[in-house]
């Protein structure tokens, strides 16, 4: 009976410690998605434009600049080595700048001392895109590497122009940069909007300056208006178009067109006639 009883309670703490430990890991799988960006950040910015790539750091340590090295450096998108800026003893070293970053950076000098390790990155081009940079905070007994970032560079697409045909519709843009995400949005004539999954989707990066071409092709049979989404993952903006599709406003837009025709048809014949009758009345007249 006392056995029964030990062997009862053993098996209820198993249970529980098992449902504490059930109930960490779905914690910690919770947690996740908070504790990731903080070991991976991005930096995201346009081309064109000045972007700070942000560094803050307490030195644990009092910093003596003519004993410092400090390196912004990391590696391009393609993983080669890249030099962004460096500071030797209390100056600035430009011989070892990699070529993309040259005329281009510039850090924030007096206020090293107060952790401020800073990057200004002035023109972002499209080369940076991937570039990961970190800090290597060198002084004479020690090193540390801080601020490791992803530097994500944007290009914005141009408006999205849709092209309609006997039942489908075409979507295309240019000029835009990473790949973005096309999506294509309708509404039927009962107003209910739906995603519309597009027969086809062609993105080439074949341009010469290394941006993106979108082209998309979706059913029209049977809606009232259909939307092309284009996404940059980078700056995180959309850019839509919308286009009446439903074959009544086609009919209507068709039915403007043939009045314009007729009407410009009656136009010229009045004329001519007018011109005819006059040309006969001189002739009635002079002969
Ligand atoms: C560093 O200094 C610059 C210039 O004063 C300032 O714009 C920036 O906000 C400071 N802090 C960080 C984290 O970049
Ligand atoms: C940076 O500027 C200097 C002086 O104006 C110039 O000689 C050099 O070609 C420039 N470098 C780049 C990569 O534009
Ligand atoms: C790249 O080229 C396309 C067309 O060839 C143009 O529309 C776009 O503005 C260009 N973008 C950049 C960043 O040079
Ligand atoms: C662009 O296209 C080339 C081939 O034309 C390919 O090698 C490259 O990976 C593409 N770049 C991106 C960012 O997709
Ligand atoms: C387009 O959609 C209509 C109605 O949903 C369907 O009957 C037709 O087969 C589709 N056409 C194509 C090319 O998928
Ligand atoms: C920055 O760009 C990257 C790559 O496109 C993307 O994964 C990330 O979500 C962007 N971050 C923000 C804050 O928009």
Not at 54 to 60: F, Q, V
Not at 138 to 167: G, M, R, W, Y
Not at 260 to 278: D, E, R, T, Y
Request: glycine share 6%; aromatic share 10%.
């Amino acid at each position: 009976m006392l056995q029964t009883s030990i062997e009862s309670h053993q098996s209820f703490l198993f249970s529980l410690r098992s449902a504490m430990e059930f109930l960490l890991l779905i914690f910690l799988f919770l947690l996740a998605p908070l504790l990731l960006p903080a070991s991976c950040q991005t930096v995201n910015g346009s081309i064109g434009e000045t972007l700070l790539w942000p560094c803050m750091h307490k030195l644990t340590k009092k910093f003596v600049r003519e004993q410092t090295y400090i390196y912004w450096q990391g590696m391009d998108g393609s993983s080669n080595p890249t030099v962004a800026h460096v500071y030797v003893k209390g100056e600035e070293e430009f011989l070892y700048q990699s070529s993309s970053f040259q005329n281009r950076t510039a850090i924030f000098f007096s206020q090293l001392e107060d952790g401020n390790f800073s990057l200004l990155i002035k023109n972002l081009m499209l080369d940076h895109d991937r570039t990961f940079i970190e800090v290597a905070f060198i002084s004479d007994d020690s090193k540390e590497n801080i601020c490791q970032k992803t530097l994500h560079v944007a290009a914005v697409f141009q408006e999205p122009n849709i092209e309609l045909s006997q039942a489908s519709a075409t979507c295309s843009t240019a000029g835009g940069y990473p790949e973005p995400e096309v999506m294509w949005l309708s509404t039927d004539n009962q107003g209910n909007e739906a995603i519309l999954e597009p027969l086809e989707v062609k993105i080439d990066n074949n341009t010469r300056n290394g941006t993106f071409s979108v082209f998309s092709k979706a059913n029209i049979s049977g809606l009232k208006t259909v939307t092309c989404r284009i996404c940059n993952p980078t700056s995180g903006e959309c850019q839509t178009t919308t286009k009446d599709v439903s074959p009544a406003g086609t009919l209507f837009t068709g039915g403007i067109a043939v009045i314009v025709i007729v009407a410009f048809i009656v136009g010229i014949i009045s004329i001519a006639l007018c011109v005819i009758c006059q040309l006969n009345g001189r002739r009635t007249s002079t002969g």
